[in-house]
């Protein structure tokens, strides 16, 4: 694979791409609970005490945001727009008033709302409780029943109109007010390593806090987009004839990166273990049937308890597994075929859980199975890796590829390689192996591990991967102690430590690490400024500027676009900046390569005027013609010689100029109807011509984003394949409403600049002998089997990687998976991030279902899925699933279970919510038939790098009362317990909300007590609350406890949440109870129908 910038270094791994490497040393700064406020954060000077991790468990800041004073607005909602005077960078860098604690990769840019200034723990701060809690959902109603024992039909529970798809509600609400924010600096802070400290080898643990984030409250915000901003004077730059001759520039090499100033860390131990007893072992979990719940049982060799509904350490295992399933039994126990009596309330749903749950990832010498991905948890890292890094499907490793088909589960990986850490986690230590780079396998490569075995008095190790046996590096030797075990281990983090960063050597690079570039593509189109979308843009943008990293390395530019495309000159020599014009759009070249990307700090102030009087220049421009692929290719000719990040707002379908699109969609309803079966190819791109212009992005190290703003079809299957292929996201606002949709544009922004990301980067995921990687899914580009290139990658990105046997694997034995990042810090140092889990391998049956890892599992089917709806008849695709389903339960059923009764539905406990998933993803956007082809492109888009905690919301979202916050009393969050999505628990007299992590809808029913309605939208009655309303703050409890709750799913999702009003008897009625899938819908089963038609299938399979 010819990497950008030359030929790889012969003794580079094969999987790595020499370029450079970006990012996030914020994300190495994962904890610090406690720590001393530091001041130190932009000069990235020295000495930071250690984090106090001695304590007792890092104590959550219990001075979480909702207990803060009301201030108006939550402290730290992102703000809307900022009035363009507003704008002005501080001189200084911002305060130090929120460094203290928050962890640099949760940056307090986090999307909604961080803390008040003063306040600790940031993001996070208000989610884990004391460690102390007790998990309150272990009783709760959707307890553990393991099995189901159902029998005969259900009446249907009414049944419900499906409604209008998402996208479609003309309701659109607009943000809360904002906070205003006080700009700040970017979140990443420079690197605290000190050059020196890690130059001692490879012992030392350079674990050490990393400036903060500079957080900091948004500065009061009004509502933007009432008006564009005034323009300034531009006259010059709108009087400026654009010339269709651009003198051509030269290229200019990027200017070198001076040497980030660094500091010294120190790590400390992370003592705070309190809570490690592990629940008393049991007798294996055997083909027993369900009584069984996994949990209480710790075998031998057995991981104790995945999967399964959170719980605390240390605690006692629930008693018997028949008590906890007695509800079950109670309803459904003595089932009689036909009986058509099956409790609703006693079919298993998700639970709530309040509280945090601590989990080391090894004890005792074997993995401990993760908590659910969806839980509230705190990662010790002993050995293994966070499951916040990778995540298996199932925790013990099935022996030969029999027994995993049998199990009918599926094996795979969900990686997510710079998820944001809990801020009170361990950060990652940074190793620093100086010259030599870090000890590797001669024979596969894989990195030292805390898994790899020295043998003869330490001077050789076998690989943990591979097998092969190496001589240990003579500087690298230890003897070892009477464990077997080199007696530095626990002083070495590459050895105690499932996810270490080691620092690249030159031999992964071929250049010097790219720069951070930032190129900001705005339509300017005709239908983008009546809109509204520009002057949106536009503004989201100018704010953002002052959350870009500082420094030298960061460099931007910005063009324009409609039928051609308007490149500005922001060079300071200039009075104002330049409009330089590419009139030709099929064959798309660059002016001024050297002037149209400039370093930040020097075009700031051009950078603002120009931003503030875009709008304006083109408020009367009657092009609607966008040529959105010649501006890609436009903007990624400026930066060929850098690489970095475009950000693109498009608000039409691409109509000129390269990679034109047509408005198929009309075409293709005329097609949907005359025959389904070609129906999903509007779902795939049009043709070839921006898949291949994206793949020479990547290889040149450009990422794009889409901001889609727009009120009509753009075609998202088409412009989606860029950002796929270059590690980018699409993000949709649809129908674009100026009013309801700038803050939420302004908050994506911003998150997307300052979240924890990395440049440059390569991914490999290699596996132990008898397991090897089938496949890759997620954004990015491929050009070897083995690899993934990533021009951008950041905390939100998920990759699935699918496993196969090649061989047998030993019983007993563990089989481990570990996944390299090589990437480029926004600040320009090179680094591998490297993970590794261990797990062990089994050849029972039963210890795979035991071990199911529910979340993971779905979330596997729930990409497959979305993969294969674009080129396969949805009909397919929907049986696929139904019978994945089926397989496994049968496969249970048949092989585990005991129970002799036919008439009983049998579930493993650890996937007992399956059914439950598996109907609501047969109801989600993407698979159903009435979805807009755009909305079902973007969901498709979304899922395909979708995290595990958050794809399962996105399927069966969460949906809480809101009319009656006032009298719940919640100790840790403001987030009252979870109601079933089911219009049974809908009442006429309720408020609801609903969220899936992207959307968020407020039912009213129609017989709500109008005080209740005027305390939280200012208004008594319904009817006269305005489709389009701002969530706002009032000066009562109830609005203040429903605008915490807001903010707090925002800063769990990290995404601002469109909002929309939803009433009972209209469209916005219907689309709410879409949501309902629980519901009998006119082509969808009932919940408990599903359960019936899932047994028979299991019937009939049986006989
Ligand atoms: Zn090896």
């Known amino acids: 694979m010819a990497a950008p910038g030359g030929p790889r270094p012969s003794n580079v791994p094969a999987n790595y791409n020499p370029n450079s490497l970006a990012d996030g040393v914020q994300n190495l700064q994962i904890s610090r609970p406690t720590g001393p406020p530091t001041s130190a954060a932009n000069s990235g000077v020295p000495s930071r005490p250690p984090p106090p991790f001695g304590q007792q468990p890092p104590p959550f800041s219990s001075s979480a945001p909702h207990s803060a004073p009301f201030t108006g607005t939550s402290p730290m909602v992102r703000p809307g727009p900022i009035p363009p005077g507003v704008l002005t960078r501080p001189a200084v860098p911002p305060s130090t008033h929120s460094q203290p604690s928050l962890p640099p990769n949760l940056a307090s840019n986090r999307p909604s709302g961080p803390p008040p200034v003063t306040q600790p723990p940031p993001p996070f701060g208000s989610r884990p409780p004391p460690p102390g809690a007790l998990p309150s959902a272990m009783s709760s109603s959707g307890g553990p029943p393991s099995a189901i024992l159902l029998s005969g039909q259900v009446a249907p529970r009414g049944s419900r109109p499906s409604g209008t798809p998402f996208g479609s509600s003309p309701f659109i609400t607009g943000p809360a007010l904002p906070p205003g924010s006080i700009p700040h600096p970017v979140s990443n802070g420079p690197p605290a390593f000190a050059p020196g400290a890690s130059q001692g080898g490879p012992h030392m643990p350079l674990a050490g ?523 949709y606002y649809y129908p674009f409403s100026a009013l309801s949709d700038s803050a939420k544009l302004y908050n994506d922004l911003r998150w997307n600049v300052t979240r924890p990301q990395g440049f440059e980067a390569v991914m490999r995921v290699r596996c132990s002998q008898g397991i090897q990687v089938q496949e890759y899914f997620g954004n990015f580009c491929k050009r070897i089997p083995t690899d993934v290139d990533l021009p951008a990658i950041d905390c939100d990105k998920t990759i699935m990687v699918t496993l196969k046997h090649d061989d047998k694997l030993q019983d007993g034995s563990e089989c481990a998976f570990q996944c390299a990042l090589l990437y480029t810090t926004v600040y320009g140092q090179r680094r591998i991030r490297v993970s590794t889990l261990s797990l062990p391998c089994t050849s029972l049956l039963s210890n795979l279902f035991r071990t199911a890892d529910l979340d993971t599992q779905f979330t596997c089917f729930l990409k497959q899925a979305a993969s294969e709806v ?101 100790e840790r969050t403001p987030i009252p317990p979870v109601i079933p999505l089911s219009s049974e628990h809908v009442n006429d007299d309720g408020i609801y909300l609903l969220e899936n992590g992207e959307d968020c809808l407020i039912y009213i029913g129609n017989s709500v007590d109008p005080d209740i309605i005027r305390q939280l939208f200012g208004i008594s009655l319904v009817d006269d609350i305005p489709t389009q309303f701002v969530l706002q703050p009032y000066d009562n409890p109830l609005s203040k406890k429903l605008n915490d709750v807001v903010n707090e799913i925002r800063s769990q999702r990290c995404s601002y949440l469109r909002l929309k009003l939803c009433k009972k008897g209209d469209s916005s009625g219907m689309l709410f109870f879409s949501y309902m899938v629980e519901d009998k819908t006119p082509s969808g089963l009932s919940y408990v129908e599903f359960l019936v038609h899932i047994h028979r299938q299991i019937q009939s399979k049986m006989t």
């Open 209 to 731: 806090s990393l400036p903060p984030p500079q957080g900091g409250p948004a500065a009061p915000a009004t509502l933007f987009a009432r008006a564009p901003p005034p323009a300034p004077n531009m006259g010059s730059l709108l009087g400026s004839p654009p010339s269709g001759a651009m003198p051509p520039g030269t290229m200019q090499a990027p200017p070198p990166f001076p040497a980030v100033p660094q500091g010294v860390r120190s790590s400390s131990p992370f003592v705070a273990a309190p809570q490690g007893a592990l629940p008393p072992s049991g007798s294996p979990y055997g083909p027993q049937a369900w009584q069984m719940p996994p949990r209480q049982v710790a075998p031998p060799s057995a991981v104790p308890g995945a999967a399964q509904p959170p719980r605390m350490f240390g605690m006692p295992p629930p008693s018997q597994s028949m008590a906890a399933m007695s509800p079950a039994m109670g309803q459904m126990g003595a089932s009689t075929i036909g009986s058509s009596k099956i409790d609703p309330n006693q079919i298993p749903r998700p639970i709530t859980s309040s509280s945090v749950l601590l989990h080391e990832t090894r004890q005792g010498n074997q993995a401990n199975p993760p908590p659910p991905a969806t839980s509230d948890y705190i990662v010790k890292d002993t050995g293994n890796c966070s499951p916040r890094f990778l995540r298996c499907t199932i925790n013990q490793i099935p022996c030969t590829v029999d027994l995993l088909t049998t199990s009918g589960m599926q094996l795979a990986l969900m990686v997510q390689p710079m998820a944001l850490p809990n801020p009170s986690e361990e950060p990652i230590q940074v190793v620093d192996f100086g010259e030599s780079g870090p000890v590797r396998c001669s024979r596969c490569k894989g990195y030292i591990n805390p898994f790899m075995k020295f043998i003869d008095q330490g001077r050789r190790f076998i690989c943990n991967l591979c097998g092969f046996t190496d001589e240990t590096p003579r500087d690298y030797h230890c003897n070892l102690g009477p464990d077997g075990k080199r007696r530095d281990a626990d002083e070495r983090p590459e050895l105690c430590r499932g996810t270490v960063e080691f620092v690249a050597t030159k031999e992964y690079m071929v250049r010097d690490p790219m720069p951070a570039v930032f190129f900001f593509l705005i339509d300017v189109s005709m239908n983008a400024i009546q809109t509204g979308a520009t002057a949106a843009a536009c503004s989201a943008i100018n704010q953002v500027i002052a959350d870009l990293p500082e420094g030298p390395r960061t460099m931007v530019g910005v063009a324009t676009f409609d039928s051609t495309i308007h490149f500005y000159n922001l060079k300071r020599a200039l009075q104002q900046p330049l409009m330089l014009i590419v009139p030709d759009v099929n064959d798309v070249y660059t002016p001024l390569q050297s002037d149209v990307i400039v370093q930040l700090s020097e075009c700031r102030q051009h950078l603002e005027l120009l931003l503030e009087s875009i709008p304006t220049m083109f408020q009367n421009n009657r092009t609607a013609d966008s040529a959105f692929g010649a501006a890609v290719k436009a903007a990624f000719l400026a930066m060929k010689s850098t690489g970095g990040k475009v950000l693109v707002f498009q608000s039409v379908l691409p109509s000129v100029g390269t990679g034109a699109l047509s408005s198929r969609e009309a075409d293709g309803r005329t097609n949907i109807s005359a025959g389904e079966k070609e129906a999903h190819k509007l779902l795939q791109p049009a043709d070839k011509t921006l898949k291949t212009m994206a793949i020479e992005l990547a290889e040149y190290q450009v990422c794009v984003d889409v901001f889609v703003t727009t009120q009509s079809y753009v075609d998202i299957a088409s412009i989606s394949v860029i950002p796929r292929t270059t590690g980018g996201q699409v993000y």
């Open 870 to 970: 674009p080129s396969t008849p949805l009909l397919q695709v929907r049986e696929q699933v139904t019978n994945l389903c089926i397989n496994i339960l049968h496969s249970y059923r048949k092989f585990c279970a005991t129970v002799s009764s036919t008439g009983q539905l049998i579930l493993p406990e650890a996937l007992k919510l399956l059914p439950l998933y598996t109907l609501a993803l047969l109801k989600s956007t993407g698979l159903r038939t009435d979805g807009r082809i755009d909305d079902r492109s973007f969901w498709i888009n979304y899922v395909s790098s979708l995290s595990t905690p958050l794809a399962i919301p996105l399927v069966y979202p969460r949906m809480i009362s809101i009319h009656d916050l006032d009298l719940k009393e919640t």
